[in-house]
């Protein structure tokens, strides 16, 4: 049931955009209200997102530290692991935002017969992550040559360094290839690790297959059904999308809006899915919080300013239902004057 929910849910929206796309007048529906309905969504969710976490109290201090501390001068301090200062928690939110450091020293546990429990090294998921998520961004960055008139220097450097290999024509491009086997692969970790595996749910595969279909679709638009694809009606489709002045002036072809539609749907599905972990990664508090405890008290702002209420204050106040109750007081209530 987790797989076949999202897979059938996926397939579903692309039958639906390859329908819906092949009916007159609907081109327009999927190749301009959908996306505009789809980035709303995205940059209104994520913009809530960050402001409702950066709006959360950390009552504590709490970063996550795993190596020596800042303590007395002839001890060694790990400065990323434990840092005390600004400049040692941005070096460490760099690391770990570019290169997944803390992934880095990922361990897996295996119960053995005896019994016995050992702790390994589990890189190679770093190396899928990494394999993943750049190949993500350098997609991402090559297409906002659609959208830029005329292409910036350093989106047609990095296309031309996605393609130097310069298989086929058209050229085949590295991540290209390299999304397709990051996402097998973490596909595959999940279901191979059993207890990986047993702790996945449907919105876990749901991303991946939809990713999955973006690039596929994406990949028979450039070399199976590249006949089918007037490349200029989508630069001006495009172009006209971020000057808000959207033209549909050809027949594009079906696959470009299936291709538009899943692309629509992953901006959408984005906000509310675990891909915000993209935008959370730099609200983290056992990330972006210094390790000083000991030279800095960290008073919560968020804390309300509470006036103290003293015993004497609160026997005042309840001191007949007290002694009502037979609770005792250190004051008797006063004597009620004779009428």
């Known amino acids: 049931m987790k797989y076949t929910f999202p897979l059938a849910a996926v397939v579903a929206m692309v039958l639906i955009a390859w329908i819906g796309a092949s009916i007159p007048g609907m081109q327009y529906f999927f190749g301009i209200a959908v996306p505009y309905v789809a980035m709303a969504l995205f940059l209104g969710g994520f913009c809530y997102r960050v402001i409702q976490w950066a709006k959360s109290p950390v009552p504590f201090k709490i970063p996550t530290t795993c190596g020596q501390q800042y303590s007395l001068p002839w001890i060694k301090q790990d400065k990323l692991e434990a840092p005390v200062n600004t400049s040692q928690v941005v070096a460490r939110m760099f690391l770990e935002i570019v290169l997944f450091r803390s992934l880095w020293r990922n361990t897996k546990s295996t119960v053995h017969d005896g019994p016995k429990l050992t702790y390994e090294s589990s890189r190679w998921l770093w190396m899928f992550g990494l394999l993943f998520h750049y190949s993500f961004l350098m997609i991402v960055l090559r297409h906002m040559r659609l959208f830029l008139d005329p292409v910036p220097g350093a989106i047609a450097g990095l296309e031309f360094m996605d393609g130097i290999l310069q298989i086929g024509a ?49 990949i028979l638009m450039r070399f199976f059904l590249r006949t089918d694809i007037d490349i200029t009606a989508i630069k001006r489709l495009a172009v006209g999308l971020v000057t808000f002045q959207p033209a549909i002036t050809a027949d594009i072809g079906t696959i470009f809006y299936v291709h538009v539609f899943l692309v629509s749907v992953l901006l959408a599905y984005f906000p509310f899915s675990k891909l915000m972990h993209m935008g959370g990664v730099f609200l983290s508090p056992t990330r972006n919080m210094a390790n000083d405890s000991r030279m800095h008290r960290h008073i919560n702002p968020w804390n309300p300013d509470i006036k103290p209420h003293s015993y004497a204050g609160y026997e005042d106040e309840f001191r007949e239902d007290m002694v009502e109750q037979g609770i005792p007081v250190e004051k008797p209530l006063p004597e009620k004057a004779d009428d």
């Open 170 to 218: 058209p050229t085949m491009y590295l991540t290209d290839a390299t999304i397709i086997l990051g996402l097998l692969l973490l596909f595959g970790r999940r279901l191979v690790n059993r207890q990986v595996r047993y702790i996945s749910l449907a919105n876990d595969y749901f991303p991946l297959f939809l990713i999955f279909a973006i690039a596929t679709t994406g």
